[in-house]
Structures are given as structure tokens and as C-alpha cells.
């Protein structure tokens, strides 16, 4: 067949290029907004001090570390709204967002107490001294509005499961200028604000994350989704329904703290390396989001589809949908690993635009020979982001979670830790275990999906057609 023929059919077909874009173009801008918040975020710390860059990644990396659990255990109610929504059970949408907003209430009141261990947490790990003030500052503010960062998770995790991502789209994108207008006001104190330099970017963010929350939750209160999917009336603590969300959504959050916490561990370490090795990792991090966090939206995406096609029970859609995402992805991927190696200078522009240069010109070199690395593994991330969403949205979060504990041990930490620590053998033996970690990854998320285990899988109920709250005791088997 001719190739143009058949890219033609494949973008028209059920499950094709075209349906995938649909729904992931919209959570692709969404995501793509974080990208651009955080890296105008940190550019903005670069351009005020190389203490304030050295630490907002260390402490923003460990509050998130600490928030995710939360966030991947509640923001697992898309999967099973994308499941209750293939199956026509409406109503259960409703009822599934409210358990996972209590879960964001509960993880909101851990995370405050936390606050006070945070000055001993960081003089712990070894930073110099100005940074550990830093980053106390940050990490105390951004414990703040973890429970609307929560909350705000779990109801975008709604629209998307509902297919509905153009609210997604369009309430992070006003979140993002909120943050980065909050951030310019109150990092350097412009049109009469104090200049408060790292504590106003944590301001602006938590802002930003309330700001978030209320918006969403004026959305879902109109009568369109309230008489549809009970996003009112499905108020009422559920205990079985809740149980079960923690049933398949806490392996997903100890999977997203598990492989956050890698890298938090990864960062941490470089920073016993001194502030200049620090600030290069956190800016080959930051530009590596530039890639990464878009095609979070396409994992998300593709995570509903599988599991609108389960809850229609055609897994074999589900498979072909899941080929279309993953060569959109690579082709994204692969072509941004390429500037990274041919244009790095692009990508360092914005941090040296405002910076010292004398105290940018030793960062930025080791952040070019950063990039490379980078560009490697994004390769691999493509398998990692298509392949662990697919059968994420089949509700196989519990091999997800081990794979990443046994990887991150043995592939990250213990090798990063011996590596920089024990035999002091530097920066780049580091990145060396980082790109590692995430080419096994993508290989062990492909076998597992070609084994083909996730098609009988389910997080819904059985043969439920009633919408009322009096929900079985037990869902489709694993």
C-alpha cells in the first residue's frame, strides 16, 4: 500500500491518528502550559540569584515528591471515569470525582504537617548553608497549597476521562499566566509589590493552584455535568467505592512518588557536588520538561482511550489506539532529542539572557554535555510514557508501581549513590545511571503491554447498569 494511502487511513480510522489527537492536543497544550510555568519559574530564579535557582529544584522536586502520592491515588478516578463512561454509566462519574476529592482533603492536611521538619530535612542532606535557607522557605510555602494541587488534579483527571480536555486545556493555560504574572510581580518586587525573590515564587504558585481549584469547581457545578454525572448530588462518601479507588490509584501514587523520588534523590545528591554541578542539572531538567511534560498529555490521552475502549469491552481497539499514540510520540520525542544535540544554544539563551556571565559560563557548560544525555533517554521515554499509560488505564497499576521500586533502586539510587559518594567519580556517572533507569523502563513497559495481560483487566464493575450509589463489593478481576 502506498504510504500516503495509508497514513490517510490510519488518521481516519477509529482509534487513528486523528481520535488520538482529539482528545490529546488539548491535554498536550495543558501540560505543555506546566512546561512553560516552570521553566519561565526558574529562569526568573536564574536571572535573581544562583542560590535561588541552586534550590528550587531540590525543595520544589521534594514537596512534589511528597504531594504525588496523593495526586497519582486520586487523579486515578479519570481511569475510572474513562471506564464508567465507555460502559454509559454516568452517574458513577460523579460519584467516583468525589472520593478522589476527599483523598485531595486528606492528603492536604499530611502534607502541612510536614512543614516544620523542613529546616532539618535539608540541613540533613549536606546543601550549603544559603541554599538550605532557600529551600526551607520554598518547600514550606508549596506545602501550602498541596490540597488544591491535589483537588485541582483530581478534576482535571474528570474532564479527561469524560473525553472532555478542552476545559483541561483552557483553565491551565489561565493558570499558568496567573503564575507567571504573580512570579514577575513578587520575585523582583515590580509595580510596588516586595521583592521577595524565592518565597514569591512559592506565593505565586500556591496562588496559582487555588486560583485552579475554584475555577474547576465552577465548571463542574454547571447544570450540564450536574445532571449528567452527578458532580452535586454524587457528594455522599462512598465507602466501597472509595476503598476501591485506593484499591488501584494508591499503587498508582506510590508509582508516581517512587520515580519522583529517584530523581529527588538523583538532584539531591548533586547537590553535595557544589552549586555550580546543581544549577547545570537544574537547568538540563528544566529545558528536558520542554520535551517531557507535552507528552504527559499524550499519555494521559491514551490512558482514557484504553480505558473508554475497555469500559466498550474492545480491547483490540484499545491496541491499535495505543500504536497510533505511541508513533505520534516518537516522532515528537526524536525530533526534539536532535536540537538537543545540534542547537543546545537555543535552549541556554533564556537562562543567560539576565545572568551573570561570568558565573553562567561554567553552569552552561556542563549543561550542554547534560543535553546529551537528555537526548538519549528521551528516546526511550517514548515507551515509557505511551506503553505504562496503556496499561495504566487497564487498571494495572500494581505492576507498574513494582517495576518502578525495583528500577529505582537498582538502577538509580544505589548505583548514583555509590557512584557520586563512594567513589566520587562526578557529575556525568550520574546522568549516566539516570538515562539507564529510563531506557529498562521503556523496554519493561513494551514486553508488558505486548503480553497483552491488561485486555481482561478492569477497575469498574461487572454488569452494572443501575445508576444508583449502591456500588458491588467487587470489580472485574485483575
Request: hydrophobic share 55%; net charge positive; with cysteine.
Amino acid at each position: 500500500m502506498n504510504f500516503r494511502i495509508w497514513v490517510r487511513n490510519r488518521w481516519y480510522a477509529e482509534g487513528g491518528y486523528g481520535e488520538v489527537l482529539r482528545i490529546a492536543i488539548p491535554l498536550i497544550i495543558s501540560t505543555g502550559s506546566w512546561s512553560v510555568q516552570h521553566f519561565v519559574d526558574r529562569m526568573f530564579l536564574t536571572w535573581y540569584s544562583p542560590e535561588a535557582i541552586a534550590a528550587a529544584m531540590p525543595a520544589g522536586i521534594l514537596n512534589f515528591t511528597i504531594t504525588c502520592i496523593f495526586i497519582g491515588t486520586a487523579s486515578y478516578v479519570g481511569t475510572f471515569v474513562a471506564q464508567y463512561y465507555g460502559a454509559r454509566q454516568y452517574e458513577h462519574c460523579g460519584y467516583s470525582l468525589w472520593q478522589g476529592l476527599y483523598i485531595s482533603v486528606i492528603g492536604g492536611a499530611v502534607i502541612i504537617t510536614i512543614m516544620p521538619a523542613s529546616d532539618l530535612i535539608f540541613r540533613y542532606i549536606g546543601h550549603a548553608p544559603e541554599i538550605v535557607k532557600c529551600e526551607s522557605i520554598y518547600f514550606k510555602i508549596l506545602c501550602l497549597g498541596a490540597m488544591p494541587a491535589i483537588a485541582s488534579s483530581t478534576m482535571s483527571a474528570f474532564f479527561s476521562g469524560l473525553g472532555r480536555t478542552k476545559p483541561v486545556m483552557w483553565v491551565n493555560i489561565s493558570i499558568t499566566a496567573v503564575n507567571l504574572v504573580l512570579d514577575w510581580l513578587l520575585i523582583f518586587g515590580n509595580l510596588g509589590f516586595p521583592e521577595m525573590g524565592i518565597a514569591g515564587a512559592g506565593i505565586a504558585t500556591v496562588g496559582a493552584f487555588y486560583f485552579n481549584m475554584f475555577v474547576y469547581l465552577i465548571i463542574l457545578s454547571r447544570s450540564s455535568y450536574a445532571n449528567k454525572y452527578a458532580t452535586i448530588k454524587g457528594w455522599r462518601f462512598n465507602r466501597e467505592l472509595f476503598l476501591r479507588l485506593i484499591r488501584f490509584g494508591f499503587p498508582n501514587g506510590i508509582q508516581f512518588f517512587i520515580d519522583i523520588a529517584g530523581f529527588t534523590i538523583f538532584i539531591l545528591l548533586m547537590g553535595r557536588l557544589g552549586t555550580v554541578p546543581l544549577a547545570a542539572t537544574n537547568i538540563a531538567l528544566n529545558i528536558n520538561t520542554l520535551a517531557f511534560m507535552p507528552m504527559i498529555g499524550m499519555s494521559i490521552a491514551i490512558s482514557v482511550l484504553v480505558g473508554q475502549r475497555l469500559g466498550e469491552n474492545r480491547p483490540e481497539l484499545a491496541e491499535f489506539t495505543t500504536f497510533s499514540s505511541f508513533h505520534i510520540t516518537f516522532i515528537y520525542m526524536t525530533s526534539v532529542a536532535l536540537l538537543y544535540v545540534i542547537l543546545p544554544d537555543i535552549f541556554m539563551m533564556p537562562f543567560a539572557a539576565q545572568s551573570d556571565p561570568r558565573q553562567f559560563a561554567p553552569v552552561k557548560d556542563i549543561a550542554v554535555v547534560l543535553l546529551r544525555f537528555v537526548a538519549l533517554y528521551s528516546v526511550f521515554d517514548t515507551l515509557n510514557m505511551v506503553f505504562a499509560g496503556a496499561i495504566k488505564g487497564a487498571g494495572d497499576t500494581r505492576f507498574v508501581m513494582f517495576t518502578i521500586v525495583i528500577v529505582s533502586i537498582f538502577v538509580l539510587v544505589l548505583p548514583t549513590y555509590t557512584a557520586l559518594v563512594v567513589l566520587s567519580t562526578g557529575i556525568y556517572s550520574g546522568w549516566l545511571f539516570v538515562t539507564a533507569y529510563i531506557i529498562v523502563l521503556g523496554i519493561i513497559f513494551l514486553l508488558r503491554f505486548l503480553g497483552g495481560k491488561w485486555k481482561s483487566m478492569r477497575v469498574i464493575e461487572t454488569g452494572v447498569v443501575t445508576t444508583s450509589q449502591a456500588f458491588p463489593q467487587s470489580p472485574a478481576g485483575e
